[in-house]
Structure formats: structure tokens, C-alpha cells
């Protein structure tokens, strides 16, 4: 473990960021924009769906506190904001129109969704995903976010997405006592972070035909099957061909499974996470390719997930733990099943380190790097990397850079 960082690096460290932001203000120049316009609801229009028809691309729509009965359909780029996500409710109804029973159907590409209590139908007759992100059927509908945000769904999937790409889900709170809380189907590329997940009977997250994603810092609990539970029963589930996902720095407790891979799944990384008390910790069927197809810790030092139910001892350190001195990961590995083993499990439940934008433990000038490259951008701007958001405010600038130079060494 490295030392606290001398006051003299430290000043050098400032000095060079500074010059950094500095450089990539100069050079990262951007044409100038028209100003968007904000349109209020009811203020304005007295509906959602009416303010929606009548913005520009590009606009923003603030809803006010209030409790709106609507279906709704977003055609355009825009933002759409709730005044606050405990007393701007929509109470998402069933829309014929739209396929699959989508009651808040995004199928444009650059949209927020922000700050709203979302509601769906109780009668189960009535079920509604209650935001799907559609691109499908010769529709773009990619690098959307859907932020902040309480989702109660009553009878299906309550946050899908299909056929998009580059998405963000972060912040938000979804219940489902049925279906999944969030759904991806052939969507690559999203980030699905500090969202917390609670009471589906199927999945917390299910991930099918979907890749490069990475799900990071999720708290997810209480997903369990009344009728008895099956391998597609908790916090996270991969579904066939869902290759090269990162999943670390998660919470999962109390699930029927903490982590299912149903087979025909390769080269997923499931790293530094906390599983606790699921009746399965872990699930990885191995249909095709020949193992090793998933990975279950980011090698040594950096070393695997916290196990509640591992019972090894922590007498040994290195590579091979054949060193004598404890380095905090268990001396024999935590296994799956014959042939999935976590190498290094954690003996500690793992608590990311403030500023570690890569996820490998400690803040160190890999992490500088990577918030320097996307110095100035936000959502939807070239060299936008949502990683780099270090304090989660949808900019990255001069506060993420300090909050890893503040940091910086620790891990």
C-alpha cells in the first residue's frame, strides 16, 4: 500500500494538472451552438406528450411537481426533467400505439431522461415497460441517459433496452415485483452504474445478446423467484452471446443467484464485487466455448470478488500465495464449480477507492490520463467517457481532475 503523497508531489501533480486543462481547453474547441429553448410543463402545455410534439431538437422540457396520468413517446433529441424524482410522478398507462406496450418510448438518439417518480399500471392485465429505448426497426436510438430517477414497476421489464447503443443508466432506484429491473437486448456499450435494484422475480439486471457493457456499482438485493428459482433468478444474469462486459465494484445480497452466465458467454470480467448472502453466489455454465470462458478476478495484486460463504485464511501473499505475510486475498481460491474459480477472493467486502476512474484498485496516473483525454466533454460530445465522470454531474472538468489529484495514491 503506498504512502500519503509529500507535499511536494503533490504540488507538482496540481501543476501538471492545471497545464493539462489548460492545454485541452485551448485545443478542444467547439462550434457554437444555438441556445436551446426550456419549455415548462403544465405552464406552457398542459401536457408531456403535447410539449414533446411541439420542441425542437435539443430542447429541454422541465416538468413540474405534480402527478401526471400520460403515455409518452420521444421522437427527438432533447432532455426531459422532472423537478424532483420523489414529487414529479408519472403514472405510466398502457399505449396501444406503441409495439410491445412501451409507455415511455424513446426511439430517437441523445436523450435524457432526469428527476421523475414513474409509476406503472397495478392490474397486471395492463403491464408496461415503463421506459424503453428502442432502436429497432430501422430506428437510431443511442447514447441516451436516463438518470436519477424511481422506477415501480408492477408486471414486466421496467427499464429496457433494445438495439441501443452507448446508453447511460446511472442513479436510479427501480422496484419490479416482476420481469426485470433493467433489460438489454442487443444493446453494446452502456454503463449501468450506481442504480439500486430491488424485487424482481427474474432479474436485477439481464444482459442478452449484449456486449462491451459495463455494470459498475450497483446495489442490487432481494431478487428471488416465489415459484422456486431458477439459474435466471437474481442480481445479475447474462444471457446467451453476451461477451466482454466488465462487471466490478457491485453489491449483491440476498438474491436467488448473485451472478448467473447461462452458457455460450465468454471473456466477461467479474471483479471486486461483494457478493453476500445469495443462495447461489455464483453460476457459470460452460456450453461453448471451451473454459475458461468468463473471468472472475483481475488477476493479482488487484485480486477477485468478497465472498460471504469463503471460509479460506489469509496466512500467505503473491501470485501463488506461497510468500508468508497476508496481502488481504485468501490463499486458495473461491470456487464456482469444476471448473470456474475466483483465484484471489477478497477477504474484506471491497470499497472502491474515490478516483479510481479504472476500477483497478488504486489512483494512480492511469486514472489522471483517462480524465484528461475527455477533459471539457459531456454526454454526446466527441471523446466523452462517462468513466471520467468522477463526481457524477455529466461534465467533466476541473472537479473530476481534482477529485483524482485529492486522491491520488490511495488504494
Not at 414529487?87 to 409507455?103: D, F, G
Not at 452502456?190 to 435494484?197: F, G, H, I, R
Not at 460471504?308 to 510468500?323: K, L
Not at 470456487?335 to 474515490?354: F, G, Q, T
Amino acid at each position: 500500500m503506498r504512502g500519503p503523497v509529500s507535499e511536494v508531489t503533490f504540488a507538482g501533480l496540481m501543476s501538471t494538472l492545471l497545464m493539462i486543462s489548460t492545454l485541452f481547453l485551448a485545443f478542444n474547441v467547439r462550434p457554437a451552438r444555438s441556445s436551446p429553448a426550456t419549455i415548462i410543463v403544465p405552464d406552457d402545455y398542459p401536457t408531456i406528450q403535447a410539449a414533446i410534439d411541439n420542441a425542437s431538437a435539443g430542447d429541454t422540457i422541465f416538468v413540474r411537481a405534480g402527478t401526471y396520468n400520460c403515455s409518452i413517446q420521444i421522437d427527438k433529441p432533447l432532455t426531459l426533467k422532472g423537478e424532483n424524482n420523489q414529487n414529479t410522478t408519472l403514472r405510466l398507462q398502457r399505449a396501444k400505439s406503441y409495439p410491445e406496450l412501451m409507455a415511455l418510448h424513446v426511439i430517437a438518439s441523445n436523450v435524457t431522461i432526469s428527476g421523475f417518480h414513474l409509476i406503472g399500471p397495478e392490474s397486471v392485465s395492463d403491464d408496461v415497460m415503463l421506459i424503453a429505448v428502442d432502436g429497432r426497426n430501422g430506428v437510431t436510438a443511442d447514447n441516451c441517459v436516463i438518470k436519477n430517477n424511481v422506477l415501480e414497476e408492477y408486471g414486466t421489464d421496467a427499464l429496457v433496452l433494445k438495439g441501443s447503443h452507448n446508453d447511460e443508466v446511472v442513479g436510479n432506484v427501480i422496484s419490479s415485483q416482476d420481469g426485470s429491473c433493467m433489460y438489454l437486448r442487443s444493446s453494446n456499450n452502456c454503463l449501468l452504474k450506481n442504480n439500486t435494484l430491488s424485487g424482481s422475480e427474474w432479474t436485477g439486471i439481464f444482459l442478452d445478446t449484449s456486449s462491451n457493457n459495463t455494470v459498475s456499482n450497483n446495489f442490487i438485493t432481494n431478487q428471488t423467484d416465489s415459484l422456486g428459482g431458477s439459474e435466471h433468478t437474481g442480481a445479475i444474469t447474462f444471457g446467451i452471446f453476451s461477451d466482454d462486459n466488465t462487471v466490478t465494484g457491485n453489491t449483491l445480497v440476498n438474491n436467488d443467484y448473485g451472478v448467473s452466465c447461462l452458457g455460450y458467454t465468454q471473456n466477461n470480467v467479474i471483479y471486486h464485487n461483494n457478493f453476500v448472502n445469495n443462495k447461489q453466489q455464483a453460476n457459470d455454465e460452460l456450453d461453448s466455448p471451451q473454459p475458461p470462458a468468463n473471468f472472475w478476478d483481475n488477476g493479482y495484486p488487484s485480486g477477485g470478488n468478497y465472498w460471504s460463504d469463503y471460509r479460506g485464511n489469509d496466512s500467505f501473499s503473491g501470485p501463488y500465495q506461497n510468500v508468508t505475510g497476508s496481502d488481504g486475498i485468501g490463499d486458495a481460491p473461491y470456487v464456482i464449480d469444476a471448473v470456474s474459480s475466483d483465484r484471489y477472493p477478497l477477504m474484506s467486502p471491497w470499497k472502491n477507492p474515490v478516483g479510481d476512474v479504472n476500477m483497478d484498485g488504486k489512483v494512480d496516473g492511469k486514472d489522471i490520463a483517462i480524465v484528461a483525454l475527455a477533459f471539457g466533454s459531456a454526454p454526446g460530445d466527441l471523446g466523452w467517457n462517462a468513466l471520467a465522470d468522477v463526481n457524477g454531474d455529466f461534465r467533466i472538468d476541473g472537479k473530476d481532475i481534482v477529485t483524482v489529484a485529492i486522491h491520488f495514491g490511495k488504494g
